[in-house]
T-cell receptor
Framework: NAGVTQTPKFQVLKTGQSMTLQCAQD?????MSWYRQDPGMGLRLIHY???????DQGEVPNGYNVSRSTTEDFPLRLLSAAPSQTSVYFC???????????FGNGTRLTVT | DAKTTQPPSMDCAEGRAANLPCNHS???????VYWYRQIHSQGPQYIIH???NNETNEMASLIITEDRKSSTLILPHATLRDTAVYYC????????????FGAGTILRVKS
């Protein structure tokens, strides 16, 4: 049982490049979410999904797109990377909105 | 989600109980109190949660006041490995899916 798997672990992008951060869970969780964490700060919610085909915005959605075509996967897309998106990104999942969240180990993204 | 307030940092001696407070005065009746911790830059780890009764598991105890406006996470015998940022979060009800983390409490366990 792998839990929540995030890839890649590290990524360096140039301003304007695009990329997709991958997140997969094998626990059949309905709820999935993306957070970013900047140095010395707590986690801020980017987007979340309550099931396949359903997504919604969190606190800081600008510059990010998501989709949820399957229960297992919840990719996060940066269409045109900016230095302000340099951060650590965490994906999390849970059975429902009231269940404990399981977090991945993060993707460390640097945009130059 | 109801907002939570936590002290920015606390110290605890190794082997002693660590008591981390959290204020959630605007909590509504169907919202749960959750605690997570984050060690270094790893993904946050679930510790415990509760609605209105006190809860205990192998990691910690959660004490929720009768009016539910505050709670305390208790690590009964803190070790150096418990040094981490601890987050208190209120979740559930209509906004349960929009889980929001605050700044948390940095707990430093010292030998």
């Amino acid at each position: 049982n792998a839990g929540v798997t995030q890839t890649p672990k590290f990524q360096v992008l140039k301003t304007g490049q695009s990329m997709t951060l991958q997140c997969a869970q094998d626990m059949n969780h309905e709820y999935m979410s993306w957070y970013r964490q900047d140095p010395g700060m707590g986690l801020r919610l980017i987007h979340y999904s309550v099931g396949a085909g359903i997504t919604d915005q969190g606190e800081v959605p600008n510059g990010y797109n998501v989709s949820r075509s399957t229960t297992e996967d919840f990719p996060l897309r940066l269409l045109s990377a900016a230095p302000s998106q340099t951060s650590v990104y965490f994906c999390a999942s849970s059975w429902t909105g009231n269940s404990p969240l399981h977090f991945g180990n993060g993707t460390r993204l640097t945009v130059t | 989600d109801a907002k939570t307030t936590q002290p920015p940092s606390m110290d605890c001696a190794e082997g002693r109980a660590a008591n981390l407070p959290c204020n959630h005065s605007t909590i509504s009746g169907n919202e749960y109190v959750y605690w997570y911790r984050q060690i270094h830059s790893q993904g946050p780890q679930y510790i415990i949660h509760g609605l209105k009764n006190n809860e205990t598991n192998e990691m910690a105890s959660l004490i929720i006041t009768e009016d539910r406006k505050s709670s305390t996470l208790i690590l009964p015998h803190a070790t150096l490995r418990d040094t981490a940022v601890y987050y208190c979060i209120v979740r559930g009800g209509e906004y349960g899916n929009k889980l929001v983390f605050g700044a948390g409490t940095i707990l430093r366990v010292k030998s």
